[in-house]
């Protein structure tokens, strides 16, 4: 398994550490609703500033328009959030290009870099700017890493000294877990609402995964590619050959592949609906009903599914488990993982949606890993290069 460089590895005090953190966290009236992300930056600030290093930390917030600032994405209540989680002063840098002597000790978060123009465009300025702020760099924003942005991947490159910080050190050694370090059985557990995002994933696990559990909303075009009723179930037509191709593949590989056989189904989707179970395999789904969890029968085949695994990724949940009513299916299937992971199995959960997924149904503590990247992690199970590894690589 190829390393990354560690901040173990540095010499820091003294120094002047500029970190790209990942502080994209939701908001509500000036109050963060989930500060998991910010949560996940702390020993790699601690370590630094505990090493004599001056730390400034780097984050986006939102989408706002490229250099044009805008107050709802501003990062000052996390500023104000992470003085009570580091229990000390942050400073506040509104100016990226007004460079400063940070002193060891000392740690300063900066305004949402998408503020400034060229940071979504890897502008070559914005990054010599950026530079002038430290003596070396740590990439720490796992979930960013896929982005070709300037504080992201150009500014590593104009300093001298490149760290992986903590955070973004355990997701590529997890990661590894699930792409080379496998032990079989290897379950992969898809699911959420769109094959073409989960595409690149099976295309590339396909040939190494032994086992394939496939829910969601995503579920309902493979089981149309085999000529199975799914009513006004979510399907993406243009998907449909896409899926076939898969599980003609699965089969000549001689892969185990398990599909709904039923599904908890609704005339509208809307958490209020009356939930009844239909079956996929015996024609019997109606034309008016659309699948929004998976139903009792697939759930007890895939306890059967995935009892005895030793390796297993999760991404993407069973159904709309926002909603009581169709949470069922994400909940025994955590579940059914959470009880493999007391086996000794290793569990991996990964995507935004299914972290979100496994907090809501309390198995948060009961995996091996669950990553904080959603884009980022997906790019890196398909095989791609994350322009943010190979730049800490170069």
């Known amino acids: 398994m190829q390393r990354l460089p560690s901040l173990r590895n540095a010499s820091l005090k ?25 949560r996940g930056a702390l020993p790699t600030i601690n370590y630094l500033l505990e090493s004599g290093a001056g730390v400034v930390l780097c984050s986006h917030l939102g989408r706002p328009k490229d250099g044009q600032p805008d107050p709802k994405h501003s990062l000052a209540p996390v500023r104000a959030h992470l003085e009570t989680l580091l229990r000390r002063t942050v400073g506040w840098i509104e100016d990226p290009f007004k460079p400063f002597a940070v002193q060891p000790g000392e740690v300063y978060l900066m305004e949402n870099i998408r503020f400034f123009p060229g940071e979504t465009k890897n502008d070559t300025e914005l990054a010599r700017a950026l530079a002038e702020w430290a003596d070396l760099y740590v990439s720490d924003a796992f979930g960013s890493l896929h ?14 000294e490149r760290y992986a910080g903590f955070l973004v050190e355990a997701e590529w050694e997890n990661a590894q877990r699930v792409l080379t370090q496998i032990q079989s059985p290897y379950l992969v557990v898809v699911g959420g609402a769109k094959v073409s995002d989960k595409l690149p994933l099976l295309q590339n696990l396909l040939p190494r995964l032994d086992r394939l559990l496939i829910g969601g909303g995503m579920s309902y075009t493979f089981l149309f590619a085999l000529n199975q009723p799914i009513g006004r179930s979510l399907l993406e037509k243009e998907q449909v050959e896409a899926a076939r191709h898969i599980l003609a593949e699965a089969e000549r590989l001689s892969k185990k592949v398990l599909l709904p056989v039923d599904s908890v189904a609704a005339t509208e989707f809307s958490a209020g609906a009356p939930a009844r179970v239909f079956r996929h395999d015996d024609g019997t789904f109606p034309e008016e009903y659309m699948g929004l969890d998976i139903g009792p029968a697939t759930i007890q085949a895939a306890a059967q599914f995935i009892t005895g695994s030793r390796t297993i990724l999760w991404n993407g949940p069973m159904g709309v488990f926002e909603w ?56 890196l199970l398909s095989g791609e290069t994350l322009p943010g590894i190979a730049a800490l690589l170069s």
């Open 14 to 38: 003294g120094k002047r550490a500029f970190v790209r953190v990942d502080f994209n966290v939701p908001i509500e009236d000036g109050k963060i609703t989930d500060d998991r992300r910010i």
């Open 147 to 160: 982005r070709a942005h300037a504080s992201v991947e150009a500014l590593a490159r104009f300093l001298p």
């Open 324 to 379: 009581e009513a169709f949470r069922q299916g994400t909940q025994k299937v955590a579940e059914f993982i959470a009880a493999e992971t007391a086996t000794g199995a290793y569990s991996l959960v990964g995507g935004g949606d299914t972290a979100a997924a496994a907090e809501v149904v309390g198995v948060t503590e009961k995996v091996s890993f669950i990553s904080t990247g959603g884009g980022a992690l997906l790019e």
